[in-house]
């Protein structure tokens, strides 16, 4: 019964996960514009955020969606298919939960953000006014 559960689960993945990043892909928010200067501020403080993620995950897809309206390029790491990025975030975050925002300061210490509102929540209060 179990082997019959995934193969269904699998199966729904395979047909809708297409269907989200299409919807993903149409729906695109345009970004927002900054002056050049702020930008390359907002560029530099990036650097020190890894958005861990599933490709298909609904909540992922929010954040990423998020991402693309504040016009801020973290970095993406699939923790779906990479065993190296999943291996980071389980032994980092203490969980392999997506999506997961990595928070890095200068010091090298590291704060893991879970649930897509809080990160959403996190990235708009840091970088909304920017």
């Known amino acids: ?11 729904l993945r395979t047909v809708l996960g297409p269907v989200m990043l299409f919807k993903e892909r149409v729906t695109r928010p345009k970004g ?39 016009s801020l390029p973290i970095e993406r790491r699939d923790a779906q298919h990479d065993t190296a990025h999943r291996t980071a975030l389980l032994q980092g975050g203490g969980a392999v939960k997506v999506p997961c925002l990595k928070i890095s300061d200068g010091q090298g210490q590291s704060q893991w953000l879970y649930d897509s509102a809080a990160i959403m929540a996190y990235l708009q209060a840091r970088f909304e006014k920017v």
Not at 1 to 11: D, E, G, L, Y
Request: one cysteine or more; a positive charge; hydrophobic letters at 40%.
């Open 32 to 70: 927002m514009e900054r002056e050049p200067n702020q930008q390359t501020v907002v560029n530099l403080q990036c650097q020190n955020l890894a958005l861990y993620q599933f490709q298909t995950c609904p909540f992922c897809i929010k954040v990423r969606q998020e991402m693309r309206r504040l």
């Open 1 to 11: 019964m179990k082997s019959v559960i995934r193969a269904f689960f699998r199966t």
